[in-house]
T-cell receptor, first 111, second 116 residues
Framework: GENVEQHPSTLSVQEGDSAVIKCTYS??????FPWYKQELGKRPQLIID?????GEKKDQRIAVTLNKTAKHFSLHITETQPEDSAVYFC??????????FGKGTTLSVSS | DADVTQTPRNRITKTGKRIMLECSQT?????MYWYRQDPGLGLRLIYY???????NKGEISDGYSVSRQAQAKFSLSLESAIPNQTALYFC???????????????FGPGTRLTVL
C-alpha cells in the first residue's frame, strides 16, 4: 500500500520568511496530493491540492509542486504570518482508495 | 450548513470495556472514513467505507470494527479497549461525484478517547 513520508517534523520561521514542507510517496499510481492544515484543537481542513497531471498550483501565499518522476511533492508558504502556525499534513491517494497521510509538520511562525 | 458530527466528543473508559464512537454527516457524501491521531504519528486510517455495503480495512484495523448503518452514519467500535487505543479519533467524508475537489475529505470535530 501507499506510504507517505513528511519532513521536517517541526519548522520554526520568523514572520515574513518562507516555509517549505516536503513529502515523498511510494505508490507510483497515486494521483491526488492534498495538504491539510490543523490549527490547535480543531479539525484538519484542506488548504490546497494537486492532481498528477499538474506540476504546480498556487493560491495566494501557498503553492504546491509535484515531481511524479521522483515521487515527491512540496508545500511552499511565502510571507508567513503568525496565523500560519499549525500542523500541516500531506497525503496521497490513487483513484478509488482512501487518503494516506504523512506524520505532520508543526509550523511555528514567530513575530 | 452540511456538516460531519461525532459523538461523544470526549470519553474516558476502562481497559476491557466496549466502546462505540458514532459519526453522522449531512453532506450527502457516499464515502466515510475513520482515522486516529497520535502525537508524532499523524493521521492513521483505521477503516473506510465507499457505500453502505462496502467496508475496507485501513492501516491499523486490529482491535477495531465498524458498521455502516446508513449512508449518513458510520460507527467505530472498540470491542475491548486497551490503553494504547487512547487517541483522538476523527471521522471524515468525501464525495467523488464532482461536487467537491477530487477526493477532498471533510473531517468531523474529533472524539478524544482515554482508556485507563
Amino acid at each position: 500500500g501507499e506510504n507517505v513520508e513528511q519532513h521536517p517534523s517541526t519548522l520554526s520561521v520568523q514572520e515574513g520568511d518562507s516555509a517549505v514542507i516536503k513529502c515523498t510517496y511510494s505508490d507510483s499510481a497515486s494521483n491526488y496530493f492534498p495538504w491539510y492544515k490543523q490549527e490547535l484543537g480543531k479539525r484538519p481542513q484542506l488548504i490546497i491540492d494537486i492532481r498528477s497531471n499538474v506540476g504546480e498550483k498556487k493560491d495566494q501565499r501557498i503553492a504546491v509542486t509535484l515531481n511524479k518522476t521522483a515521487k515527491h511533492f512540496s508545500l511552499h508558504i511565502t510571507e508567513t504570518q503568525p496565523e500560519d502556525s499549525a500542523v500541516y499534513f500531506c497525503a496521497a491517494s490513487r483513484a478509488g482508495t482512501a487518503l494516506i497521510f504523512g506524520k505532520g509538520t508543526t509550523l511555528s511562525v514567530s513575530s | 450548513d452540511a456538516d460531519v458530527t461525532q459523538t461523544p466528543r470526549n470519553r474516558i473508559t476502562k481497559t476491557g470495556k466496549r466502546i462505540m464512537l458514532e459519526c453522522s454527516q449531512t453532506k450527502g457524501h457516499d464515502r466515510m472514513y475513520w482515522y486516529r491521531q497520535d502525537p508524532g504519528l499523524g493521521l492513521r486510517l483505521i477503516y473506510y467505507s465507499f457505500d453502505v455495503k462496502d467496508i475496507n480495512k485501513g492501516e491499523i484495523s486490529d482491535g477495531y470494527s465498524v458498521s455502516r448503518q446508513a449512508q449518513a452514519k458510520f460507527s467505530l467500535s472498540l470491542e475491548s479497549a486497551i490503553p494504547n487505543q487512547t487517541a483522538l479519533y476523527f471521522c471524515a467524508t468525501s464525495d467523488l461525484s464532482g461536487r467537491s475537489s477530487y477526493n477532498e475529505q471533510f473531517f468531523g470535530p474529533g472524539t478524544r478517547l482515554t482508556v485507563l
